[in-house]
């Protein structure tokens, strides 16, 4: 059942492309299910949960599979840090699904809003849901289904099919925030060749441009930046450039000129072109609402395509304001005033005087006073009752209004991925922040995680519900971004993400090199990137099956075993497809860990002298119940069930490489039903 409310006249997201024709939809009528709703200027929805009800969903986002007890918003979110107690992170996902475990009723509602919405899990009420949404012009989609993974699959029904990325994207990439020039690239290519370490892709960061201006190569570094790509693809190498989305206030570039002169870019009440700081300098900011924006935005990734480049990769598009001109004028006011304050000894507590100025400071960055400062020019059919009632300036085009950004907020990105994506068709394409819908146009990482153990654990939490909103070309920077790693961190998130669809080692600069050719004995990591490439066919195939026939990949236990109660909470494991499961330690200095099999299970133990780099994993059955695995870092365990097998091919150093004639099979020797291998990569 799928049934759509109407309340006020929402803005057209583009979130749900395919909506039944015999589905019901309701206007401005609150009976949405197991909901009460009350509508006043804002829109208030109130859940009521039984003692165990679990709440799946949510995308991107903190938390466990259940989110239920915490308090999360949709809205497009950088901030590096991911600690627990955080309620936002880069992608605006505001779907979940409420499962009543003894009623075995899967309910899922989607609060299609494009700005700020509440989602509190009861978390301040232990038993209620309360959504809350600043507006009253917003569709709720409401699904019911028979079972969770059914319920999950109609959502992706209406949403769209996923973006299919090629299929070199399924090997290791390397990337770090600092390769600056040809020797850096060098360097990498000449030590994944020094230790046989595979390799498909260098992702190149902003230190590639010139003075970080978007579609520059520094031609001090990069002197035939053309050569270089090529000699690099020659090498089954792709290089994916960065582009964010604030393109430098400057005089010498022709593109930002170009944005100016057509008005092309967001602009502020007084009509005049937002400026605000990215890692430029002061930014202008293409108002990707604008179909002719896109267009313009989206045919400057050609000139990098001129050169041979055939991936991007987009940034800082939440989008990303480090302070605006108003803020640094107020921030300073401020700071002057606590000075003086200091100076003249007027204070009862330094220590407010302090944590005063700094939040002065702190507070600077993607301010929501800099969100609503600024307006989209959008079409009138699409806008709704978020058009401005009396607009500040004229727009363009007389069939537009002006809508406030911090309205719309999550689909800034969105559209710039649109832009990019419709106006390029076959290449690779990542982008940071994202909305429901985005996933038709790129895939997504999941951000500035930090070399951290509970940050491998937070990205197999949202493996699954980034795959129920559609995104199933993703994966976490593996190693963790902020601050820095150790061998053996890097050797577990690998395992980790040995399965993930994107296998990116990437780091902030000033952090330890997380190459895997810096650590000792390179022989351990080798073991672990061939293991991915044994595994890619049958990965490919469960990503293919996934995103072109709206199937989940990764599923939290509780979708299959939901009878069986510790199946139903195991909140650290993860079904892959319907053969395998992944049980990956994230805790240091680990022997191995604590695993639940939902059923019997085959355990496949790969280490550099069986399975990883050739031959068969040492394998062994294993009864339904609770066991002790032990996992050396230079070692993945895994687990086929009973019955089943799945394809593996020899080792390459490239998906080029990869010969779909040497599969064997992993598992049971007389698989019940054999494993079908519909999707394969060239
Ligand atoms: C952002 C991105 C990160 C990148 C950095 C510099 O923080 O999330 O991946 O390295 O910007 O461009």
Request: aromatic share 12%; with cysteine; proline share 4%.
């Amino acid at each position: 059942m799928i049934n759509k409310y109407i309340f006020g006249k929402p803005f057209e997201s583009e979130a749900v492309v395919d909506f039944p024709s015999d589905a019901k939809v309701f206007t401005d009528n609150k009976a949405i299910p197991g909901a009460s709703v009350c509508v006043s200027n804002d829109f208030k929805m109130t859940i009521e949960l039984d003692e165990l009800d679990m709440i799946f969903g949510l995308g991107e986002s903190l938390g466990g599979f259940n989110k239920r007890g915490k308090v999360f918003r949709s809205w497009c979110t950088d901030d590096p840090v991911h600690s627990e107690e955080k309620e936002a992170l880069y992608g605006a996902h505001p779907y979940f699904i409420i499962y009543s475990p003894t009623k075995k009723t899967s309910s899922l509602y989607f609060i299609d809003y494009p700005g700020l919405v509440t989602l509190d899990m009861a978390f301040t009420f232990y038993d209620k849901v309360v959504v809350t949404v600043p507006n009253d012009n917003l569709n709720v989609y409401y699904i019911k289904e028979d079972s969770l993974l059914d319920t999950a699959k109609t959502f992706r029904a209406i949403i769209g099919k996923s973006f299919v990325e090629p299929f070199w994207a399924m090997g290791y990439c390397q990337s770090r925030w600092g390769y600056k020039s040809d020797e850096d690239i060098d360097a990498i290519i000449a030590n994944h060749k020094k230790y046989s370490l595979p390799l498909d892709a260098i992702f190149m960061d902003i230190d590639y441009m010139e003075s970080f201006r978007n579609f520059t190569v520094n031609k001090a570094n990069f002197p035939d930046f053309k050569a270089t790509v090529s000699k690099l693809k020659a090498l089954g190498v792709h290089l994916v450039p960065i582009i964010d989305a604030g393109t430098k206030d400057c005089e010498e570039d022709e593109i930002d000129r170009e944005g100016i002169s057509n008005g092309y870019y967001c602009k502020t009440a007084d009509g005049k072109v937002l400026r605000a700081a990215v890692w430029p300098g002061f930014a202008h900011f293409p108002d990707f609402l604008q179909e002719r924006v896109r267009k313009w935005f989206g045919e400057k990734f050609k000139l990098l395509q001129q050169e041979g480049i055939d991936a991007f990769w987009i940034d800082m598009n939440e989008p990303v304001m480090f302070y605006s001109e108003e803020g640094i004028k107020a921030a300073s006011k401020k700071l002057k005033e606590y000075a003086q304050l200091v100076l003249d000894d007027k204070l009862a507590s330094g220590q407010i005087v302090a944590w005063q100025m700094k939040d002065a400071v702190g507070c600077l960055q993607n301010s929501m006073s800099d969100y609503e400062s600024f307006f989209h020019e959008v079409p009138k059919t699409v806008a709704g009752a978020l058009a401005q009632k009396e607009p500040c300036f004229k727009t363009q085009s007389a069939d537009d209004v002006l809508v406030r950004h911090s309205d719309i907020h999550n689909l800034y990105a969105f559209n710039m991925a649109k832009a990019v994506s419709q106006a390029n068709k076959g290449i690779f394409l990542l982008s940071r922040a994202s909305y429901i819908g985005s996933h038709r146009y790129t895939s997504i990482w999941m951000g500035d995680n930090f070399s951290w153990w509970s940050h491998i654990e937070l990205a197999l939490h949202m493996l699954p519900s980034l795959n129920m909103a559609g995104f199933i070309h993703t994966g976490c920077d593996l190693g963790g971004f902020g601050c820095n790693t150790s061998r053996e961190l890097l050797l577990r998130f690998l395992s980790l993400g040995i399965f993930t669809p994107l296998m990116r080692n990437h780091a902030a600069c000033g952090t330890r090199a997380q190459e895997c050719y810096n650590f000792e004995k390179v022989e351990d990591f080798r073991a672990l990137l061939s293991l991915r490439y044994r595994l890619i066919p049958f990965l490919y195939n469960e990503v293919m099956k996934a995103s072109l026939e709206g199937e989940l990949m990764f599923t939290p236990l509780a979708f299959e075993y939901g009878e069986d109660e510790i199946a139903l909470h195991c909140e650290d494991q993860l079904l892959l497809g319907k053969t395998v499961m992944i049980a990956p330690v994230y805790t240091a200095n680990a022997i191995g860990r604590n695993v639940y099999l939902p059923q019997n299970m085959l355990e496949l133990r790969c280490s550099s002298a069986q399975g990883c780099l050739s031959g068969k994993p040492q394998t062994r059955l294993l009864e339904k119940g609770a066991h002790f695995i032990k996992c050396a870092p230079n070692e993945v365990v895994f687990f086929v069930k009973e019955g089943c097998a799945i394809p593996v091919v020899d080792a390459a150093l490239n998906t080029k490489e990869l010969d779909y004639s040497t599969i064997t099979y992993w598992g049971s020797e007389n698989p019940v039903t054999p494993y079908e291998l519909k999707y394969k990569g060239e």
